[in-house]
């Protein structure tokens, strides 16, 4: 059973441009949605994270949109830049499910210069 | 002062061989979790240790898994009777406390031939 659905599973954007990767969840008890990033040959690194008693949250270039009844939250990249190619997880954690977190499948980001 | 290390940093191995997989966490972090990232996927959790005690092990999928931590700080990931599907990352994250933001490690590469 997958509780965190995440698409898509790849991802191509010209430097500037505004990827956008999309997660939905199962589980009504998360209360916590982080995303990571991981670069290859290296572990995850948390990136940003929100609850749900927001809406949205943005830090630097990166902004989470949260949407609680929809059960949906996305990750925007705003001037995406080569450096931010990577492969991007979503993650839902909270009291329902512990707080280790469920990731989902991961998006492999290319910006290209 | 440095991040969380895991060694070694590739392993590859016979089936049926036994392996040992070690993780030094940020010195201080109460907390120690093991992931399994299959290729494509994002990390699956294992076994978390509070201290010295594994307070939750219901990730390890069979009993050839197991894991010590007789410390509170280093950890081994032992695997018995290797089969070619344990072959994957395995990742090793620590945290200040439990629920506390997850660190990553740059994972060991593990082949099962």
């Known amino acids: 059973q997958q509780q965190v659905k995440q698409s898509p599973q790849s991802l191509i954007v010209q430097k500037g441009g505004i990827p956008i990767i999309n997660c939905a969840y199962e589980?009504?008890?998360?209360?916590?949605f982080p995303w990571y990033q991981q670069f290859p040959g290296k572990g995850p690194a948390l990136l940003i994270a929100?609850?749900?008693?927001?809406s949205e949250k943005k830090e630097g270039r990166f902004t989470i949109s949260f949407n609680k009844s929809a059960k949906q939250f996305s990750l925007h990249i705003m001037d995406s830049q080569p450096g931010d190619s990577a492969t991007y997880f979503c993650?839902?954690?909270?009291?329902?499910?512990?707080?280790?977190?469920?990731f989902g499948r991961g998006t492999s980001l290319i910006v290209h210069p | 002062g440095a991040g969380v290390s895991q060694t070694p940093s590739n392993k590859v191995t016979e089936k049926g061989k036994y392996v040992e997989l070690r993780c030094d966490p940020i010195?201080?972090?109460?907390?120690l979790y093991w992931y399994r990232q299959s290729l494509g996927q994002g990390p699956e959790f294992l076994i978390y240790?509070?201290?010295?005690?594994?307070?939750?092990d219901s990730g390890l999928p069979n009993d050839r898994f197991f894991a010590v931590r007789p410390e509170g700080s280093v950890s081994t990931l032992k695997i018995q009777r290797t089969e070619r599907g344990d072959s994957a990352v395995y990742l090793c994250?620590?945290?200040?406390?439990?629920?506390?933001?997850?660190?990553f490690g740059p994972g060991t590469r593990l082949t099962v031939l």
């Open positions: 994250a620590s945290s200040l406390v439990f629920g506390d933001t997850q660190y």
């Open positions: 589980n009504t008890a998360f209360d916590y």
């Open positions: 929100i609850r749900p008693d927001v």
């Open positions: 993650a839902a954690s909270g009291p329902g499910g512990s707080y280790i977190p469920t």
């Open positions: 010195s201080g972090h109460t907390a």
């Open positions: 240790f509070q201290g010295t005690g594994a307070a939750d």
